[in-house]
């Protein structure tokens, strides 16, 4: 037996003794090794709240749940998780929430902070009404700034809920303030018909109103963090010319995470789990183009042998998904075990109350 077949095996027999105290979750985006062992694969906005159902429903016993993903995923799987009515509903008992390796953080989530974000609010009160604009937070964000649109009375949102989210915030207020990804606050705001000269670009400590004159601010209805994701963002208009040359009948269909000349290039786009649908329920013979990273395009190509699935920016893998692996899942299901679990992702309790209120308004619209 190699190496990988004894951490398979052990990871098995480990799941095995912990039963359904355990619940491991596994993002799209993990390696192929990972997802074998997740009870639940999903996207971020399923597995969060997949976590947070499940803890009260047939994992009632669980007491741990092991987040393969990236940091803003395990806090918001903590923070459902661990509700007052959930915890009430377990007789005050905590779910500790794990990663194998809590150095997988989100770089986008990272371009955007409690502190910068407040520092704009502050700036703009300046210049425009800023009880008349609502705080959207893109999900894959930090627990604090779900916290600052739960106190500034705003919402998050996910890539697929997006448009829903911004048609809410919109029927109550006359702005957005939209973070930390640029692209998917304006790919989804072209569709709902603002054009793009109604938005501008907020830089943090840069001249003026965040590089824009107050003239520029006074006319936005959106504006939008320069934060992005470097996996979409990387990906080049060329690549889209060329695999249509290549393949004239292919269609091609990215995630709102790439920039607005990918989308508009694009025959479609939609989140992780839409572009999942969209493939699996194509009739057999169909030919895709996909612009997302690059593991969960190659899963799709595989489990869809009957369709031509190909990768617009191949070898593109989100580096801090890459940093679970079978080794450091197996070490934690060990600790777990032996009743010595580390990296716990506890939000602090200064600020869950507040990004609850948030999540749960960004639940209520689908
Ligand atoms: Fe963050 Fe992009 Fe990686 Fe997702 S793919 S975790 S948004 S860097």
């Known amino acids: 037996m190699n190496e990988e077949q004894l951490l398979h095996q052990e990871i098995e027999a480990s799941r095995n003794r912990l039963g359904k105290k355990l619940l491991i979750l596994g993002h799209h985006y993990q390696r192929d090794e990972v997802i074998l062992h997740a009870d639940l694969l999903g996207d971020s906005f399923q597995l969060s709240s997949a976590a947070s159902e499940l803890v009260t429903g047939n994992y ?32 005050g008992r905590r779910v500790n929430v794990l990663m194998p390796d809590d150095r997988a953080g989100c770089p986008m989530a990272d371009m955007a902070s409690w502190d910068a974000v407040l520092r704009c609010r502050n700036l703009l009160s300046q210049i425009i009404d800023v009880d008349d604009l609502v705080p959207v937070a893109y999900v894959n964000s930090s627990a604090e700034l779900k916290a600052f649109c739960g106190v500034y009375g705003g919402i998050a949102c996910t ?3 997006a448009r829903s989210v911004l048609d809410r915030a ?3 207020k006359r702005r957005v303030l939209f973070f930390p990804d640029q692209h998917l606050g304006r790919n989804t705001a072209v569709e709902m018909g603002i054009p793009e000269t109604a938005m501008s670009l907020w830089t943090d400590n840069a001249p003026e109103y965040g590089g824009n004159t ?3 601010i006074r006319n936005s209805k959106m504006i939008l963090w320069d934060g992005f994701c470097c996996i979409h963002q990387r990906i080049q208009t060329e690549w889209v010319d060329a695999v249509r040359k290549e393949h004239p ?17 694009a025959d479609e786009s939609g989140s992780t789990s839409q572009i999942l649908r969209r493939i699996t329920q ?27 699935v190909v990768d617009l920016s191949p070898m593109n893998y989100c580096r801090s998904m890459s940093l679970t692996n079978l080794d450091n899942l197996s070490k934690l299901l060990r600790s ?3 009743g010595t679990p580390y990296n716990i992702i506890s939000v602090d309790e200064s600020i869950a109350p507040d990004a609850l209120i948030c999540l749960r308004r960004m639940l209520q619209c689908r």
């Open 60 to 91: 009632l016993d669980c007491e741990s749940i092991v987040f393969c993903g990236v940091h803003f995923m395990a806090e918001t799987a903590d923070i459902l998780a661990n509700s007052p009515e959930n915890l009430q509903h377990r007789g």
């Open 159 to 161: 890539s697929g809920n």
């Open 170 to 172: 919109f029927s109550q």
């Open 214 to 216: 107050a003239e520029t």
């Open 249 to 265: 009948e292919i269609r091609v269909i990215v995630h709102p995470e790439c920039p607005r000349e990918i989308v508009i290039r």
């Open 282 to 308: 194509s009739p057999p013979g169909t030919k895709w183009a996909v612009g997302t990273e690059s593991r969960f395009v190659e899963r799709l190509a595989r489990q869809n042998p009957d369709k031509t």
């Open 336 to 338: 777990v075990e032996s």
